[in-house]
């Protein structure tokens, strides 16, 4: 499938913490196929961190979802089932050696725009935590945060 075209991936995962490895592969293997290998480093480390933050701080299971918009946006999002919001992430240079608020603040250095908004899924109330990167030539193209 070309780059110019749309295409959206959803992959529904209990809570577990093998989940964050089973999307990582399964999110690079989705962008190898569609030709944007280029995106596999930064991608991985954003779903990892999406990912770990539904399996760590949630009871309930949790979903990733892969879009890809031409002509150079990819989204990563986490779907959970806590309503709470995230907490707002410090900046990557005040994350401290704790364990906690890292994840998120990595999410913010590492992609152009982040945000979440509550959502429902099969009656459950959730959120839902995202992230997009652009894919400009030759590299992975950053906005200043």
């Known amino acids: 499938m070309p780059e110019d075209e749309s295409w959206?991936?959803?992959?529904?995962?209990?809570?577990d913490p093998r989940?964050?490895?089973v999307s990582r592969r399964t999110l690079r293997l989705i962008l190898t196929m569609h030709g944007l290998i280029r995106l596999?480093?930064?991608?991985?480390?954003?779903?990892?961190?999406l990912i770990g933050n539904a399996v760590l701080h949630t009871k309930g299971p949790a979903a990733l979802r892969v879009r890809w918009s031409p002509p150079e946006t990819l989204r990563i999002g986490a779907w959970d089932a806590d309503p709470e919001p995230p907490d707002a992430p410090a900046r990557l240079a005040d994350?401290?050696?704790?364990?906690s608020g890292r994840g998120l603040a990595l999410v913010k250095a590492c992609s152009d725009l982040w945000g979440w908004q509550p959502l429902s899924r099969f009656g459950?109330?959730?959120k839902y935590v995202w992230c997009e990167v652009g894919a400009g030539q030759p590299g992975v193209t950053r906005r200043a945060s």
């Open 8 to 15: 959206e991936y959803s992959l529904y995962i209990p809570n």
């Open 19 to 21: 989940a964050v490895t």
């Open 40 to 49: 596999v480093d930064v991608a991985e480390l954003l779903a990892a961190e």
């Open 95 to 99: 994350v401290t050696g704790d364990e």
């Open 124 to 126: 459950n109330r959730g």
